[in-house]
C-alpha cells in the first residue's frame, strides 16, 4: 500500500514558478514509476509528467516541455515538479501517482495509487 501527500500549490502570475512536492509512505517507493497528472474543471485529467523507477528517464507532455521538470529523491520518497514560465492554462488540480514494478505511462489507469490533488492557479 502507498500513501501519496502532495504539497506546494498556490496562486502565482503568469511567468511565475512553483514546485510542487510528492511524499510517499511505504517501502518499495524506489520500484514505484511516477507520474504527475493534472485536472482542469470540466476537462478530463491528462498526464504531465513522468519519472522512471530509477529517475533515470523523464518524460513529459508536449504541452509543459520545457517549461517543467520532474525529480526524485528515493531516499526522502520524494516526488517533485518544478514549473516554470507558468501559464494560465496550467491552471488545474495537480495529482501525484504511483505505478508499482511498471514503467511510467501516459494513461491514468495504469497507476494504481494518487494523491489527495493541489490547485495550481495561474493569473494572466
Known amino acids: 500500500q502507498v500513501q501519496l501527500v502532495e504539497s506546494g500549490g498556490g496562486l502565482v502570475q503568469a511567468g511565475g514558478s512553483l514546485r510542487l512536492s510528492c511524499a510517499a509512505s511505504g517501502r518499495t517507493f524506489s520500484s514505484y514509476a511516477m507520474g504527475w497528472f493534472r485536472q482542469a474543471p470540466g476537462k478530463e485529467r491528462e498526464f504531465v509528467g513522468g519519472?522512471?523507477?530509477?529517475?533515470?528517464?523523464?518524460y513529459y507532455a508536449d504541452s509543459v516541455k520545457g517549461r517543467f521538470t520532474i525529480s526524485r529523491d528515493s531516499a526522502k520518497k520524494m516526488v517533485y515538479l518544478q514549473m516554470n514560465s507558468l501559464k494560465p492554462e496550467d491552471t488545474a488540480v495537480y495529482y501525484c501517482?504511483?505505478?508499482?514494478?511498471?514503467?511510467?505511462?501516459?494513461?491514468?489507469?495504469?497507476?494504481?495509487?494518487w494523491g489527495q490533488g493541489t490547485q495550481v492557479t495561474v493569473s494572466s
Open positions: 519519472i522512471s523507477r530509477s529517475g533515470g528517464s523523464t
Open positions: 501517482a504511483a505505478r508499482p514494478r511498471g514503467v511510467v505511462s501516459y494513461y491514468r489507469y495504469d497507476y494504481d495509487y
